[in-house]
């Protein structure tokens, strides 16, 4: 079965900081990973996917993250954070097929401190 | 462009009142359609899926159902309500074909709270 572990439930960094946030996934097959970010109340909005090639993807908002396969880990990162970057982060992993299902990890919650 | 809406966008319903929560995409045709709830800490849990219409599959057995009358319009529905039933529903599309199969976009969500 497909699994997402996000470790850190809440982050806080200063604005202007680098931030990483640490996604591991459990995924029988090749993966296709995917971060989404959520502000309160709302919807979520997907940051970057990778689905193959260069391991290292860009984003929207400044955002990258690397997949590594040998560490099954997929992390985002962001060199310098705005203070518009505070919300809830969420890893997610899913494989091909006409109806593929995502599997989310639980979320990290960034604070950025002013 | 594809849009995805949701509504209501916040219901207050008592314990054991009836439930309908509706999901409309439009600018495609025959997507893959999804609920998903979001509970306080626990990330998303999918509910239902949808290949196409009158197709659904149930993720997790529970007290709640979902149809699919037409191709962009995805409903979710209870006869009686729980108080478990309370969080955050999200409806989410993604196509069927080529990279994008596999790409999900969600709709802004309704807040439930059953008292």
């Known amino acids: 079965a497909q699994s997402v572990t996000q470790p850190d439930i809440h982050i806080t960094v200063s604005e202007g900081a680098s931030l990483e946030l640490r996604c591991n996934y459990s995924y029988g097959a090749t993966p296709y990973l995917f971060w989404y970010v959520q502000s309160p109340g709302q919807g979520l909005q997907l940051l970057l996917k990778y689905f193959s090639g260069d391991t290292l993807v860009q984003g929207i908002k400044g955002f990258e993250a690397e997949f590594k396969r040998s560490q099954s880990s997929f992390n985002l990162r962001k060199p310098s954070v705005h203070w518009s970057d505070a919300a809830e982060y969420f890893c997610a992993v899913g494989g091909a097929g006409t109806a593929s299902k995502l599997t989310f990890g639980t979320g990290t919650r960034l604070q950025v401190t002013l | 462009s594809q849009t995805i809406h949701q509504w209501p966008a916040t219901l207050v319903q008592p314990v054991g009142s009836p439930l309908s929560l509706e999901c409309t995409v439009e600018?495609?045709?025959?997507?893959?359609l999804y609920w998903y709830r979001q509970a306080a800490g626990r990330g998303l849990q999918l509910l239902f899926y949808s290949v196409g219409i009158g197709q659904i599959s149930s993720e997790v057995p529970q007290n709640l159902s979902a149809s699919r009358p037409q191709d962009r319009q995805f409903i979710l529905s209870s006869k009686k309500l729980l108080l478990s039933d309370s969080g955050f529903y999200l409806c989410?599309?993604?196509?069927?074909?080529?990279?994008?199969?596999?790409?999900?976009?969600f709709g802004p969500g309704t807040r439930l709270t059953v008292l």
């Open positions: 989410a599309w993604s196509g069927t074909s080529g990279s994008r199969g596999n790409e999900q976009f």
């Open positions: 600018g495609t045709s025959n997507p893959n």
